[in-house]
T-cell receptor, first 118, second 117 residues
Framework: DTGVSQNPRHKITKRGQNVTFRCDPI?????LYWYRQTLGQGPEFLTY????????KSRLLSDRFSAERPKGSFSTLEIQRTEQGDSAMYLC????????????????FGNGTRLTVT | GNSVTQMEGPVTLSEEAFLTINCTYT??????LFWYVQYPGEGLQLLLK?????DKGSNKGFEATYRKETTSFHLEKGSVQVSDSAVYFC????????????????FGKGTHLIIQP
């Protein structure tokens, strides 16, 4: 178990550029989540996958944001035409979920990708 | 919708002091409750959890009891150490009602704990 891996750790980009982040979850986990965390705040939910299906998206996820999990393993989060307000830590988490909610494993988080938009 | 409120920080204590970090929640249904910890430069780690009323979660000397009557899940530790310095997040998971996926989390804003030797 190598844990949840996120790349890159840091990304600095100019306003208007596109960026893509990658998340590799724990291998046997079927659920994958993206969160955003700004300074002094708790993580805020962005979107969630069960296997390859994107089942839920937050209203925080504007049209400039898109996430994929094409084979039900790793996931990518792309931000198009970045804005300064997109500067944040982007967190990925994974879990092993089932129909019995009490049997669900807790979320395991990666170390995040810190995005700075200049 | 669901929400979590936790005490503002930073909280500064001396080593071996007693710690309480308050957390209250608003949720529909019967949420599970969690405390996550974020050490400097590291990712969020699960500290403890409780899945039903009156359950007590415990780990590394920390405890929290799920109080449905007061909608609270306060974090306590009898004697803190310098190594406990971190940011602590209270969170809940309410299933499909949470707006965060089947077992996604709604977090509080976090409480920065500083332990001085």
């Amino acid at each position: 178990d190598t844990g949840v891996s996120q790349n890159p750790r840091h990304k600095i980009t100019k306003r208007g550029q596109n960026v893509t982040f990658r998340c590799d979850p724990i291998s046997e986990h079927n659920r994958l989540y993206w969160y955003r965390q700004t300074l002094g705040q708790g993580p805020e939910f962005l979107t969630y996958f069960q296997n390859e299906a994107q089942l839920e998206k937050s209203r925080l996820l504007s049209d400039r944001f898109s996430a994929e999990r094409p084979k039900g393993s790793f996931s990518t989060l792309e931000i198009q035409r970045t804005e300064q307000g997109d500067s944040a830590m982007y967190l990925c988490a994974s879990s092993l979920g089932s129909n019995n909610w009490q049997a669900n494993s807790p979320l395991h988080f990666g170390n995040g990708t810190r995005l700075t938009v200049t | 919708g669901n929400s979590v409120t936790q005490m503002e920080g930073p909280v500064t204590l001396s080593e071996e002091a007693f710690l309480t970090i308050n957390c209250t929640y608003t949720a529909t249904g019967y949420p599970s409750l969690f405390w996550y910890v974020q050490y400097p430069g590291e990712g969020l780690q699960l500290l403890l959890k409780a899945t039903k009323a009156d359950d007590k979660g415990s780990n590394k000397g920390f405890e929290a009891t799920y109080r449905k009557e007061t909608t609270s899940f306060h974090l306590e530790k009898g004697s803190v150490q310098v190594s406990d310095s971190a940011v602590y997040f209270c969170a809940l998971s309410g299933g499909f009602f949470s707006g965060g996926g089947a077992d996604g989390l709604t977090f509080g804003k976090g409480t920065h704990l500083i332990i001085q030797p």
